[in-house]
């Protein structure tokens, strides 16, 4: 049943801990739907879904000295979407984890499950709508499109099917959004980038002006302006991909690897300096603990 097939990836059990991003599970999925669009093999060796798995965490995953692909691929099990073989010859660890060489030196496989691979190859517009609901429940806005286009999903000819028909409905459950936070966010910035003081409008509204969650909606992160800024598009998408945060003292810090044709007009200028267009008065500061969250775990250098 399509439904059910949801409600089992929507119960992915993603690892929780002081309030870390864990996108390693979500990732792996979609890695595993979209060889599934493409009509690869089912079950995939450890080695590459190690070297993969590991390119998709540091891509779209937080700053991390260690990356574990083999926690994923192990524990993915336990959640009703993945199996593995062989894993009689695989060790574990007291917590439940599988040894990282077990699974290099025996050349373990693992994938999605039989009756879902199957269902994703029979009803392409499912497996589409499983990886649109995991990307959504997991990344913002912003980078939706490029995790599904960097797992094949984009790319794969059924993400050109057409809408499901009335006879097709699939139930989806996700956090709703406040519908007065962008509203609230860009009055409290006075219409304008915080970054570059950008404020182009038509017909007295603004364009291309975004009330940007600092701790990601898709991570809990509340609609209160303590936790919003007004960003153009394009500093609103580079927050979001880390390329650059804020302190606590609204000091702009760039991360160290950006580069590029533009960057010193966009970006670059900025660095160090504080928010050209913090909160007016009457209006309270983005909160100490979601930018923390943003150094921590969305932007692209350690800090």
Same mark, same amino acid.
């Given at each position: ?41 089912? &079950? ?36 009703? $979407? ?6 009689? &010859? ?21 994938? &999605?499950?039989?009756? /879902? ?48 028909? /009335?006879?097709?409905?699939?139930? $989806? ?60 598009? &394009? ?69």
């Amino acid at each position: 049943m399509p439904d059910d097939t949801l409600q089992r990836f929507q119960a992915l059990n993603v690892w929780k801990a002081r309030d870390m991003r864990a996108p390693h599970k979500p990732l792996l999925a979609l890695w595993a739907i979209g060889r599934c669009l493409r009509g690869d093999e089912r &079950l995939a060796p450890f080695g590459l879904v190690d070297q993969e798995l590991a390119e998709l965490l540091q891509r779209f995953g937080p700053h991390r000295r260690t990356i574990h692909t083999e926690d994923p691929f192990w524990r993915m099990q336990r959640d009703e $979407v993945w199996e593995v073989d062989q894993s009689r &010859l695989v060790r574990t660890t007291k917590a439940g984890g599988a040894y990282k060489s077990d699974l290099k030196r025996h050349e373990i496989h693992g994938g &999605l499950k039989k009756a /879902d691979y199957s269902a994703f190859r029979t009803n392409p517009r499912l497996a589409i709508r499983v990886a649109e609901d995991l990307v959504a429940s997991h990344f913002p806005a912003t980078l939706q499109d490029e995790v599904l286009e960097a797992t094949s999903i984009l790319a794969s000819p059924s993400a050109e099917i057409e809408p499901l028909d /009335d006879r097709q409905s699939f139930t $989806v459950r996700r956090r709703p959004r406040d519908p007065v936070f962008r509203k609230k966010v860009l009055a409290a910035y006075g219409y304008r980038c915080a970054v570059c003081r950008f404020a182009v409008q038509r017909d007295n509204r603004p364009l291309a002006l975004e009330a940007a969650h600092i701790k990601w909606h898709e991570a809990r992160g509340p609609a209160e302006i303590e936790n919003g800024m007004a960003l153009c598009a &394009l500093h609103h998408d580079l927050f979001d991909r880390g390329a650059f945060t804020v302190l606590s003292d609204l000091r702009v810090i760039v991360a160290a690897d950006v580069d590029g044709e533009g960057v010193e007009q966009s970006l670059r200028r900025y660095d160090g300096g504080h928010l050209k267009a913090g909160p007016q008065q009457g209006y309270p500061n983005p909160a100490a603990n979601f930018l923390g969250w943003h150094q921590r775990e969305v932007f692209r250098s350690p800090m």
